[in-house]
């Protein structure tokens, strides 16, 4: 079968794989908020580490990330060039200062302020990173659903969640299928050199039948779905739900006391970069 | 039936999920166009497909979850200032859902036109708008290089929707169309 680089859930016995869907869903949202709003280096520096940690204590192996991983390298390249070449001076006027390095060409001098901000660019992506690798690897998908339920998430859309996560692999499954199909009848998904419009008539000759069957398949769910009286109640018991434990109580205030302290940290001068130029 | 129950039944529930499953599946199918680091993305086509059938809600989640989901599952990391204009597109088109009558087998000429006028439009509000906004807030990311992105993002998604999102509207509709309908006899 085709190679996909994509993430999955693996049942092993650690801490990480023991805790709550939920508390693995605030830490990886809290991790995301704080990333998001913090260029403080030494806050996302940390962060960092603690996802490394995190990585040990859950076991989680190099191959079932190494792919995944190579990949956000290549995009992380691509895009730090990217800003280099169309805005050479973004570090400069950030941190309002300018250290010339080495003459690059003309307009593009090397300067110690742009490097630190395209350091700072990457360690911000790296550090979201491990986040979903952990909890992609560690969350069983049905009990996921219902801890979405559990903070208010009316349970109609966590069950399309769980509903989501458990078709990907049919779909996926569909779409290889389709896709060897068609190459076996002759139309070549890889050819480099064909035309525009070529190239999209060829990949609609996987996407008509991939979503007319996703169609068939939508209404033979739901027709079973229907016969079982779903959704006839306000509520719903879950299956694959887990209480809460100390751990989990313990975890989420440990999460949540980092945030707060880390937003502080970044902001208390008004300034949400850490500026070692000034 | 209650009204709330209209709006988020068994069918768009499932529609949802399933969409949203075929929509991450779908990350991995690009069209090149010979500019790097950008593609036609024919899961866009599939969105604007799904939103139409059934309804900006579903347009929305499946905007939302399948693009965050996507991101994660195949790059590892969610570009959440990407994500929300993705349910910008789905609440627009899904709105004038009953209107594109695609269900019924009504989806015609005239649907077809509203159709892509409401997905350039809603496209440029949330490619060339919001996404590059959000960029600048949150990645504190060059304003140029954010909106360059931005118009190439939106050029890409506004042609795979027009070509292949209309063609697969039009033939579901004239499928779907035929099944449900019963001719009176004579």
């Given amino acids: 079968m085709a190679a996909t680089r994509m993430l999955s859930y693996v049942e092993k016995d650690t801490f990480v794989h023991h805790l709550s869907g939920l508390t693995k869903l605030i830490f990886f949202l809290a991790w995301c908020i704080t990333s998001a709003m913090t260029y403080d280096t030494r806050i996302l520096l940390v962060m960092i580490a603690v996802s490394l940690v995190l990585f040990v204590i859950s076991k989680t192996q190099w191959k079932q990330i190494a792919g995944v991983f ?135 000759a996987i996407i008509f039948p991939l979503l007319f069957s996703t169609m068939e398949e939508i209404d033979v769910v739901s027709n079973a779905m229907e016969l079982r009286g779903f959704g006839k109640k306000k509520k719903r018991t879950w299956y694959a739900r887990k209480k809460l434990t100390k751990a989990d109580y313990i975890s989420i205030a440990a999460t949540l006391a980092f945030m707060v302290f880390a937003l502080w940290f970044t902001y208390r001068d008004g300034s949400r970069f850490y500026n070692p130029f000034a | 039936m209650d009204k709330k129950k209209s709006k988020f039944g068994i069918r768009e529930v499932v529609a949802t999920g399933i969409g949203t499953a075929l929509f991450v599946v779908l990350t991995e199918v690009q069209i090149p166009i010979g500019i790097p680091n950008t593609a036609l993305q024919p899961r866009m086509a599939v969105l604007a497909f799904l939103s139409a059938v059934f309804g900006p809600l579903v347009g929305a989640i499946i905007g ?98 027009a070509i292949l999102g209309t063609l697969l509207l039009l033939a579901y509709s004239k499928i779907a169309g035929k099944s449900s309908s019963l001719e009176m006899e004579d």
């Avoid at chain 1, 995009?75 to 200062?97: D, K, R, T, W």
């Avoid at chain 2, 899904?94 to 409401?118: D, H, I, M, P, S």
């Avoid at chain 2, 807030?137 to 304003?143: H, I, M, Q, R």
Wanted: glycine fraction near 6%.
């Fill in chain 1, 70 to 204: 190579k990949f956000i390298l290549l995009m992380m390249i691509i895009n730090v060039i990217a800003i280099f070449l169309l805005s050479p001076y973004q570090g400069c006027e950030i941190y309002h200062s300018k250290t010339v390095l080495a003459p690059f060409f003309a307009g593009h001098d090397i300067t110690a302020e742009e490097l630190f901000y395209l350091f700072n660019v990457v360690i911000k992506y790296f550090t979201v990173a491990p986040s979903i690798f952990i909890f992609l690897v560690t969350t069983n998908p049905s009990e996921f659903a219902s801890s979405m339920n559990l903070i208010g998430v009316p349970y109609t859309v966590s069950y399309a969640i769980s509903i989501a996560l458990r078709y990907i692999p049919d779909v996926q499954d569909d779409y290889h299928r389709i896709k060897n199909a068609q190459e076996a009848r002759g139309i070549e998904m890889n050819a480099a050199n064909a035309k525009l419009s070529e190239r999209i008539r060829r990949t609609s």
């Fill in chain 2, 64 to 161: 939302l979850l399948g693009h965050a989901l996507g991101d994660a599952l195949f790059y590892g990391s969610v570009w959440w200032s990407w994500v929300f204009p993705e349910a910008i597109v789905g609440i627009a088109i899904g709105a004038c859902a009953k209107k594109l009558k695609v269900r019924a087998g009504g989806f015609g000429r005239k649907e077809a036109v509203l159709f892509n006028v409401v997905q350039i439009v809603s496209n440029a509000v949330a490619w060339i708008l919001v996404a590059p906004v959000l960029d600048i807030l949150v990645y504190a990311e060059p304003a140029n290089k954010v909106f360059l992105q931005g118009v190439f993002a939106w050029l890409g998604n506004i042609l795979i929707i």
